[in-house]
Nanobody, 116 residues
Framework: QLQLVESGGGLVQPGGSLRLSCAAPGFTLDYYAIGWFRQAPGKEREGVSCISSSGGYTNYADSVKGRFTISRDNAKNTVYLQMNSLKPEDTTVYCC?????????WGQGTQVTVSS
C-alpha cells in the first residue's frame, strides 16, 4: 500500500523559511514525478510545484516562483519543498501527490502557518 507522509510544517514569521518533506515508507518513489499542492479553506486546490522522477525537470506556480525550491533525494526516497521568504498568504495545508499504480495518491498534509 502506497502511503505518502508529509512533514516539516509549522508556524513561522513572515520572511521565514520552512522545508517540507514527502516520504513514502515501503514504496520507491524513484520512478515517479511528485507534486506539491496546497488548499486553503474555501479555495480550490493549487498546484505549487512538481519535479520529474530524475529531478531534471521542475515547475512552479507563479505565486511561489523564486521563493520555493523543490528537490528530491532518491537515495532517501524523499521529496523536499524548501520555502523561503514566506508570506501570510502561504498559510494553508500542503500535500504531496504521486500518480502511480493507476491512480493518484495523496498524503494527509502538513500545516504551514505564516504569522507574526
Amino acid at each position: 500500500q502506497l502511503q505518502l507522509v508529509e512533514s516539516g510544517g509549522g508556524l513561522v514569521q513572515p520572511g521565514g523559511s520552512l522545508r517540507l518533506s514527502c516520504a513514502a515508507p515501503g514504496f520507491t518513489l524513484d520512478y515517479y514525478a511528485i507534486g506539491w499542492f496546497r488548499q486553503a479553506p474555501g479555495k480550490e486546490r493549487e498546484g505549487v510545484s512538481c519535479i520529474s522522477s530524475s529531478g531534471g525537470y521542475t515547475n512552479y506556480a507563479d505565486s511561489v516562483k523564486g521563493r520555493f525550491t523543490i528537490s528530491r533525494d532518491n537515495a532517501k526516497n524523499t521529496v523536499y519543498l524548501q520555502m523561503n521568504s514566506l508570506k501570510p498568504e502561504d498559510t494553508t495545508v500542503y500535500c504531496c501527490n504521486v500518480r502511480a499504480l493507476g491512480r493518484d495518491y495523496w498524503g494527509q498534509g502538513t500545516q504551514v502557518t505564516v504569522s507574526s
